[in-house]
Nanobody, 125 residues
Framework: QVQLVESGGGLVQAGGSLRLSCAAS????????MGWFRQGPGKEREFVAT????????YYADSVKGRFTISRDNAKATVYLQMNSLKPEDTAVYYC??????????????????WGQGTQVTVSS
């Protein structure tokens, strides 16, 4: 069983930055592919970024590529999402997710085993 807790969300003006954190329980964190997803008002949950257990491979949605960076610190069992140059369309609840027993990045929300409760990110114009 894995428990994930997101933090770092908040209100920021367009062009600003936020850093989200996702703290994971358990002692096998390094074996999990991790992902960030978001769900805006009236929209479906969408993929944002993913990172392999080693941290050596990452993959991003086109909408955030070049602006967001996913990283992880396995010693701290924590995944991060650095969000720069934020836009109003980035406004959403951001969720951290974990997938076990896979050695690749994963972009489908149905492919993840565990989810955090989410943290709200609001970007004002």
């Amino acid at each position: 069983q894995v428990q994930l807790v997101e933090s770092g969300g908040g209100l920021v003006q367009a062009g600003g930055s936020l850093r989200l954190s996702c703290a994971a329980s358990g002692r096998t964190f390094s074996s999990y592919t991790m992902g960030w997803f978001r769900q805006g008002p009236g929209k479906e949950r969408e993929f944002v970024a993913t990172i392999t257990g080693s941290g050596r491979s990452t993959y991003y949605a086109d909408s955030v590529k070049g602006r967001f960076t996913i990283s992880r610190d396995n010693a701290k069992a924590t995944v991060y999402l650095q969000m720069n140059s934020l836009k109003p369309e980035d406004t959403a609840v951001y969720y951290c997710a974990a997938r076990s027993r896979v050695l690749a990045v994963v972009s489908g929300p149905g492919q993840y085993d565990y989810w955090g409760q989410g943290t709200q990110v609001t970007v004002s114009s």
